[in-house]
């Protein structure tokens, strides 16, 4: 029987069981983003997974999040992690942030734009944002195609719930860039990888746990418990503990740069006739 809905519902999973994405994307997104002393809006925050990385790195991070269970899950985990004094988390959808205008540096999505409608979020980031501050959609999924324990974690899923139409992400999601377009962005690039991300079997099941065809929405109470108990006899019959798992890093970067909107304003004002290049 399918319950309603709820990332909330399985919120210690998100803080404590799934993992965030690979250092790397920091060391890559440097090339854009001065962490250290950044003011950080950090849409769809869940647990604070990404927000807590960038306040290791200097940032000061408010997280938002439409799940009061979620955001009380990443008050209660930046306490324990000591980053309370650097992050703060509220209650709010990523379309209407109820931010002032122009009061951050950056803006970050972990793993949630998919479900957005994008080129509204884009225009929102761009209200928020400062002019020339960036926006960084981060996703980081699991592959199953190219991993056999996620493989296998998916078959056992639809066994329990065969009415999931969500199973084999690809991970790739190349409209983002016309989302960011279409909210008033400027883009500036678009990267993605692969890569093998260690996991536990504690770990694996509670990320699965987290997962939309089971104890976010797809499983009732009753057959999370059983699926659970199924999972965790798979894992240790057919693979070793830890057990790597292929995910494949999905980013793109934009910016609000006003000074390339004001230069096409100019451009097609009227005052003066338009350049159509060498003649």
């Known amino acids: 029987m399918s319950a309603p809905f709820d990332y909330g519902r399985r ?41 807590f990385d960038l306040a290791r ?35 709010a959808r990523a379309e209407d942030t109820r931010e002032p205008e122009a009061s951050f540096d950056v803006v970050t999505a972990g793993q949630s734009w998919h479900w957005f409608d994008g080129p509204t979020v884009a225009g929102e980031a761009r209200r928020v944002l400062r002019p020339g501050g960036t926006l960084a959609i981060i996703a980081y999924s699991y592959l199953a195609a190219h991993s056999d324990v996620a493989g296998d974690s998916e078959s056992l899923v639809l066994e329990y719930n065969p009415g999931w139409t969500m199973a084999g992400w690809t991970g ?9 377009i279409e909210g008033g962005m400027e883009f500036v ?20 746990r987290t997962c939309n065809g089971v104890g976010s929405g797809g499983m009732s109470a009753e057959d999370v418990e059983a699926f659970d108990a199924a999972h965790e006899a798979m894992l240790r019959a057919r693979y070793p503990d830890p057990v790597p798992i292929r995910h494949r890093l999905w980013c793109v970067v934009a910016r609000r740069d006003d ?16 350049s159509t290049g060498p003649r």
């Open 57 to 91: 790195r200097g940032a000061t991070v408010t997280g938002i999040d439409m799940s009061e269970a979620q955001v009380e899950a990443a008050r209660v985990r930046a306490a324990e992690l000591g980053l309370d004094g650097y992050t703060s988390f509220r209650v």
């Open 189 to 208: 690039e678009q990267f993605c990888w692969d890569y093998d991300e260690l996991y536990s079997h504690e770990d694996w099941r509670g990320r699965i």
């Open 172 to 180: 790739l999601f190349p409209r983002w860039v016309e989302h960011v």
């Open 11 to 51: 919120s210690r999973d998100y803080a404590v069981h799934r993992h965030g994405p690979p250092s790397e994307i920091y060391e890559r997104l440097a090339k854009w983003i001065e962490f250290r002393g950044a003011e950080v809006l950090d849409v769809a925050t869940g647990p604070g997974t990404v927000a």
């Open 259 to 274: 000074t390339w909107r004001r230069n096409q304003v100019h451009v097609g004002s009227g005052h003066g006739r338009r």
